[in-house]
């Protein structure tokens, strides 16, 4: 685990509250910008990309490992009944809201929805992006639900089973690339693409 001493160092905004310091596993990617508030634990190869907030100050946050949290997300909690739990492999797209709600092993969460109080997200299922889940909403697996209010649009066909397991060991590449360099390679998953050279 990264110590207290260590994460105040490192990255300015990841912050005790209350005497709840987060846990932060070593080989788990923290951009500089994330802010990581109190009774928050990530585990073994998770990524947090840059200007997310993960904030647990009356209530807790619990991410396994292999999760994904992607740039501008915000991950909080119902301080009177729900925290959050987040599961092993899961994609959690850019500018999502995650709030107190259970996201299981290997869900997907698309870019810029927001997951309400009491929500669970049952692993192998698919949160369309820009997609509003309400209060207590359960999303079973297989299933690819849109819409605000969230309803299912229809079953998830085998290539996107295989595009949320994808996902998390590619970003689990990114993560590890963005930490460790090119020592970290080679990478099955992804490659870069620079700007080209132009004459």
């Given at each position: ?156 066909t085998d290539e996107e089973f295989e595009m949320i397991e994808i996902s998390a060991i590619r970003y689990i590449e990114v993560g590890k690339a963005a930490r460790l360099g090119e020592s970290a390679g080679p ?13």
């Amino acid at each position: 685990m990264i110590s207290e001493k260590n994460s105040l160092q490192h990255h300015m905004f990841i912050e005790t509250f209350l005497g709840q310091t987060p846990k932060i596993n070593q080989t788990a990617f923290i951009s500089k910008s994330a802010a990581i508030i109190g009774a928050v634990e990530i585990g073994k190869n998770c990524s947090v990309w840059h200007h997310t907030t993960i904030r647990g100050d009356a209530n807790f946050i619990k991410i396994g490992e292999g999760t994904n949290i992607q740039d501008n997300s915000v991950i909080h909690i119902d301080s009177a009944k729900f925290p959050t739990i987040i599961g092993n492999h899961v994609t959690i797209g850019h500018s999502a809201i995650i709030h107190a709600c259970t996201l299981e092993s290997h869900s997907f969460i698309g870019m810029g929805s927001i997951i309400m109080d009491g929500a669970i997200i049952n692993s192998f299922s698919m949160v369309a992006a820009g997609t509003l889940v309400t209060p207590g909403k359960k999303v079973p697996k297989g299933e690819l639900w849109a819409g605000s209010p969230a309803k299912k649009m229809r079953n998830l066909t085998d290539e996107e089973f295989e595009m949320i397991e994808i996902s998390a060991i590619r970003y689990i590449e990114v993560g590890k690339a963005a930490r460790l360099g090119e020592s970290a390679g080679p990478f099955s998953h992804f490659s870069i693409k620079p700007i080209p050279n132009e004459n």
